[in-house]
């Protein structure tokens, strides 16, 4: 090992740790075209969740993200079956802008639901054009969480839109999915200006260090643990928090303390 705190060091003996549990952030549910996923069932994620030392996770099913009248009452109907363990975010798609008056009109009274998600790079639909707004508009009156698939050079989720967006709707959390992978500085710079902007960690531990600049020029309290599951296995990403050269506190708030605030968990 080369980080021997026993926080890393029960990470490593058991696959878990009592003291540190880890909220994610980012993840799916489902199958999905020309891919097999060994872990799909919401049964499936469980197991994973409980071998990693997940708490709780929170996830947009893969038909929402294409279909949300169809893929959130499955997302609804999976979190119901592992109540505080499993919470999802309302897709939207903003292709189909008549339907969103009728999602924002039923968000508030499902409990399961805890933010928006957003994936402009899918949808082919900037997050900065009309159909977007309605959405950014409810979240910033009522203090929402959205999810958002950032990526650097992107035309539709860019940091240009970003920053945009947040700076424009000061009183949503905004959670920037993978970081705008790639641009970094633009990421860092965001969140570092912008209080209600997180950095996000889904699909980007290959990097090299990333972990280690988010901490140091940000800090640790502005970043989020995700993994994609079932895309990704969580331990992998876990080890890669564990093993980048940051403390414990760091470690602390980006496995859990730092969702715990943002979704109000204890």
């Given at each position: 090992?080369?980080?021997?705190?026993?926080?890393?060091?029960?990470?490593?003996?058991?696959?878990?740790?009592e003291?540190?549990?880890?909220?994610?952030?980012?993840?799916?549910?489902?199958?999905?075209?020309?891919?097999?996923?060994?872990?799909?069932?919401?049964?499936?994620?469980?197991?994973?969740?409980?071998?990693?030392?997940?708490?709780?996770?929170?996830?947009?099913?893969?038909?929402?993200?294409?279909?949300?009248?169809?893929?959130n009452?499955?997302?609804?109907?999976?979190?119901?079956?592992?109540?505080?363990?499993?919470?999802?975010?309302?897709?939207?798609?903003?292709?189909?802008?008549?339907?969103?008056?009728?999602?924002?009109?039923?968000?508030?009274?499902?409990e399961?639901f805890?933010?928006?998600?957003?994936?402009?790079?899918?949808?082919?639909?900037s997050?900065?054009?009309?159909?977007?707004?309605?959405?950014?508009?409810?979240?910033?009156?009522?203090?929402?969480i959205v999810?958002?698939?950032?990526?650097?050079?992107?035309?539709?989720?860019?940091?240009?839109?970003?920053?945009?967006?947040?700076?424009?709707?000061?009183?949503?959390?905004?959670?920037?999915?993978?970081?705008?992978?790639?641009?970094?500085?633009?990421?860092f710079?965001?969140?570092?200006?912008?209080?209600?902007?997180?950095?996000?960690?889904?699909?980007?531990y290959?990097?090299?260090?990333?972990?280690?600049?988010?901490?140091?020029?940000?800090?640790?309290?502005?970043?989020?643990?995700?993994?994609?599951?079932?895309?990704?296995?969580?331990?992998?990403?876990?080890?890669?928090?564990?093993?980048?050269?940051?403390?414990?506190?760091?470690?602390?708030?980006?496995?859990?303390?730092?969702?715990?605030?943002?979704?109000?968990?204890?």
């Amino acid at each position: 090992m080369t980080n021997d705190s026993p926080l890393v060091r029960e990470f490593m003996e058991t696959g878990k740790c009592e003291s540190c549990p880890v909220i994610d952030t980012h993840a799916h549910f489902g199958p999905f075209q020309g891919i097999y996923f060994p872990n799909v069932t919401a049964e499936d994620m469980i197991a994973t969740m409980d071998r990693c030392g997940v708490k709780k996770l929170v996830f947009s099913s893969h038909a929402s993200l294409i279909d949300p009248r169809r893929g959130n009452p499955i997302s609804l109907d999976t979190c119901r079956k592992y109540p505080g363990r499993l919470y999802a975010y309302w897709s939207i798609n903003p292709n189909y802008p008549e339907l969103i008056p009728d999602d924002l009109s039923k968000f508030p009274f499902i409990e399961e639901f805890v933010g928006f998600k957003f994936l402009p790079s899918y949808h082919q639909y900037s997050i900065t054009d009309k159909n977007c707004q309605p959405v950014f508009e409810y979240a910033n009156a009522n203090k929402c969480i959205v999810l958002c698939h950032t990526w650097g050079g992107n035309l539709y989720n860019g940091p240009q839109q970003v920053e945009e967006i947040v700076g424009k709707y000061p009183d949503m959390t905004f959670l920037m999915g993978h970081s705008l992978s790639g641009a970094w500085e633009d990421a860092f710079r965001i969140a570092k200006e912008h209080p209600n902007a997180y950095l996000e960690l889904c699909g980007i531990y290959h990097h090299g260090g990333v972990i280690e600049q988010m901490c140091g020029q940000v800090g640790s309290h502005k970043i989020t643990f995700g993994t994609d599951l079932p895309w990704f296995d969580p331990h992998y990403g876990i080890g890669c928090v564990l093993f980048s050269h940051i403390g414990d506190e760091d470690i602390h708030n980006i496995l859990h303390r730092n969702a715990e605030r943002i979704f109000g968990w204890s």
